[in-house]
């Protein structure tokens, strides 16, 4: 009954680095998510997928990219990673878009 | 634009005494509204949910929120706290779907003995 798995769940990058955060759903769900969390705000949404080979930005999209060639991944990628993008990612997904989501347990990023 | 806001950033209650949580919004559009607990090092879970109807919502855990169309608001309301529902809260709107929550900043209510 794994739900949302997204790994790793701590990482710690230098500015400039690369790095793929993964996120995979058993559910079957054709909505896929990702957020950001930052201290003391709530999450904001970075990109979101309706379905396969289907992406769209959210309200944060700047500095990261995403791909969906299948119905259970969703990877999120920060290229060239920067300070600001320290947080904390959360990825979560539905059956469609008239349904509540289901979370992972969040990625902690850190970069120094 | 919508936008939520959730007027007090932490709560602090003792064990078996009422609390609410407020969270007004501010929307052009109808909207869902929905709640979400955060336990420490975990994802959000899904609290409870307005979509229509009865404007009291009412979760299992004993918790439950009044969508108060005039006021704009949407307060989480329970007669009396667990040590065990001590967690982030968020309150979050959805302007026509589910698909692009809006959330706002959280309420961290810590139950105290």
């Known amino acids: 009954n794994a739900g949302v798995t997204q790994t790793p769940k701590f990482r710690i990058l230098k500015i400039g680095q690369s790095m793929t955060l993964q996120c995979a759903q058993d559910?079957?769900?054709?909505?896929m998510y990702w957020y950001r969390q930052d201290p003391g705000m709530g999450l904001k949404l970075i990109y979101y997928s309706v379905g396969a080979g289907i992406t769209d930005k959210g309200e944060v999209p700047n500095g990261y990219n995403v791909s969906r060639s299948t119905t259970e991944d969703f990877p999120l990628r920060l290229e060239l990673a920067a300070p600001s993008q320290t947080s904390v990612y959360f990825c979560?997904?539905?059956?469609?878009?008239?349904?509540?989501?289901?979370f992972g347990d969040g990625t902690r990023l850190s970069i120094l | 634009a919508q936008s939520v806001t959730q007027l007090d950033s932490q709560v602090p209650v003792f064990e078996e005494a009422p609390v609410e949580l407020r969270c007004n919004y501010s929307?052009?559009?109808?909207?869902?509204l929905f709640w979400y607990v955060q336990y420490p090092n975990q994802g959000l879970q899904l609290l409870l949910k307005y979509l229509s109807g009865s404007t009291l919502v009412e979760s299992i855990n004993g918790f439950e929120a009044e969508f108060n169309k005039s006021q704009t608001s949407f307060h989480l309301r329970k007669p009396s706290v667990h040590i065990s529902d001590t967690a982030e809260y968020f309150c979050?709107?959805?302007?026509?779907?589910?698909?692009?929550?809006?959330f706002g900043a959280g309420t961290r209510l810590a139950v105290h003995p």
């Open positions: 979560a997904s539905s059956f469609t878009g008239d349904q509540p989501q289901h």
């Open positions: 979050a709107v959805a302007p026509g779907g589910y698909n692009k929550l809006i």
């Open positions: 929307s052009s559009v109808s909207v869902y």
């Open positions: 559910m079957n769900h054709n909505y």
